[in-house]
């Protein structure tokens, strides 16, 4: 087995004409087998030889206008008279819209051109947006720690949008310093989030261990505070933080928030992985889509809250 510069060509050739509707290129590259299988993403995208998949698939992409396809990473490999390439790519539509996706391409030597046998086309997608996972310990704290109030004398029902941040893989980041600089660091950490969150207008509810929970009158400035975040978490490599919030209705008393926005929110965050941020459906509807760039949507189950729950990564 050897690594395959050839091959990887191909593709990118193949990516090319994709851009430039050079959809000729990319028929000639399949095979005419009857064991050839394409798969996509779609429910329904199971191809077999026996038709014509070139034309199925390249009639499928007409639909679809592609401005950029820019490979994150790309391996290929041959053995003989076969060979693959495994590539993600990010892709931004004609339309606009940016979105990352995977394919693998294993070929075999037909004729002594390389000719394609099967292909598989996916969108990544977390375990926890697709399982509805469980929370994390820090997101799970964070809600344990609340008492029920909802029938507490003095609490009150609001409109709010509820923002947790989690550290991610704190414990084995803490394990590579000593206790009192990790501790440092987690003050200075919170630090930055008090003067984000309070500077939007916000309220820290609570911190615990790398968590933290807090609340906005506003989604547009809980979008903006949790951009800020992400943009001072990353820079010069600092720590690596998952960001999730939903907006609805919240019960308050004193300086505690509960409810099932709050539960909500905290399944989102646990779905977000480092250095994004996941906001719900309900919350994108609360703003003007001219000030925030979203991901298209994703569906997601998320654990203990019934129904499909649609998830949208704020571009920050």
């Known amino acids: 087995m050897q690594e395959s510069p050839e091959l990887e060509a191909i593709i990118r050739r193949v990516l090319r004409a994709r851009q430039t509707s050079e959809f000729d290129t990319v028929r000639n590259i399949f095979s005419e087998s009857e064991h050839l299988v394409s798969v996509g993403s779609d429910v329904d995208e199971w191809w077999k030889g026996g038709i014509d998949i070139g034309d199925v698939i390249t009639e499928d992409w007409e639909d679809f206008a592609v401005a950029r396809d820019e490979v994150r990473r790309i391996e290929s490999f041959e053995n003989g008279n076969t060979g693959w390439v495994v590539m993600e790519a990010e892709r931004t539509s004609a339309a606009g819209l940016v979105h990352l996706y995977r394919m693998t391409w294993v070929f075999v030597l037909e004729g002594g051109s390389w000719r394609v046998i099967h292909f598989h086309f996916s969108i990544p997608v ?30 009150r029902t609001r409109t709010a949008t509820i923002v947790f941040t989690d550290i991610v893989d704190s414990t084995a980041l803490s394990a590579t310093m000593k206790d009192a600089a990790w501790s440092a660091l987690l003050d200075q950490h919170f630090e930055m989030l008090d003067d984000i969150v309070r500077g939007e207008g916000g309220t820290v509810v609570k911190t615990l261990g790398d968590g933290g929970m807090f609340v906005f009158a506003s989604a547009g400035a809980a979008l903006r505070a949790a951009a800020s975040i992400q943009r001072l978490a990353t820079e010069d490599g600092r720590l690596p933080v998952r960001i999730g919030m939903h907006s609805g209705d919240v019960v308050t008393h004193e300086d505690d928030v509960v409810g099932l926005t709050v539960a909500k929110a905290a399944r989102v965050a646990s779905a977000a992985g480092p250095g994004t941020i996941l906001v719900s459906a309900t919350t ?6 001219h000030e925030f760039d979203f991901a298209p949507p994703k569906a997601a189950e998320l654990k203990g809250i019934s129904g499909t729950h649609h998830l949208h990564e704020l571009r920050w």
């Open 284 to 289: 994108v509807g609360m703003v003007n889509g």
């Open 126 to 155: 977390s375990n926890e947006v697709l399982e509805g996972g469980d929370l994390t310990w820090t997101l799970a704290d964070l809600l344990g720690s609340s008492e029920a109030i909802d029938d507490v004398e003095g609490a």
